[in-house]
């Protein structure tokens, strides 16, 4: 499976970006997507989630409310909407696939996109 995420950007704090992870060599039928994001000298973290079947959505506290993970079938891509954006937010945001059931954690990923970076200025 190959995965590229793009949509990344400059905006204000308040703004919004999508973010977008296509998938080429596997389709996401069977499992899940996550996306990570990783800060200037931190760890990368959990973001959202979303299991394909039977279908659900999981966000990080931090995320809730402000951001949202969906997807289209036909086009085999995730998508992140992620509004009301906050100087916070600012990473590199990575896209991750794996066979089966929803995990927060990094290691239960299988396949990774290459990174797209979100800059919020405050």
């Known amino acids: 499976v190959q995965l590229q995420a793009c949509g990344g950007g400059l905006v204000q704090a308040g703004g919004s970006l999508r973010l977008s992870c296509a998938a080429s060599?596997?389709?996401?039928?069977?499992?899940?997507v996550g996306w990570f994001r990783q800060a200037p000298g931190k760890g990368r973290e959990f973001v959202a989630g979303?299991?394909?079947?039977?279908?659900?959505?999981h966000y990080a506290n931090s995320v809730k409310g402000r951001f949202t993970i969906s997807r289209d079938n036909a086009k085999n891509t995730v998508y992140l909407q992620m509004n009301s954006l906050k100087p916070e937010d600012t990473a590199v945001y990575y896209c991750?696939?794996?066979?089966?059931?929803?995990?927060?954690?990094?290691?239960?990923?299988?396949?990774w996109g290459q990174g797209t970076l979100v800059t919020v200025s405050s």
């Open positions: 991750a696939a794996r066979s089966g059931t929803y995990t927060a954690s990094s290691y239960g990923y299988d396949y």
């Open positions: 060599g596997r389709t996401f039928a069977s499992g899940t």
């Open positions: 979303i299991r394909w079947s039977p279908s659900s959505t």
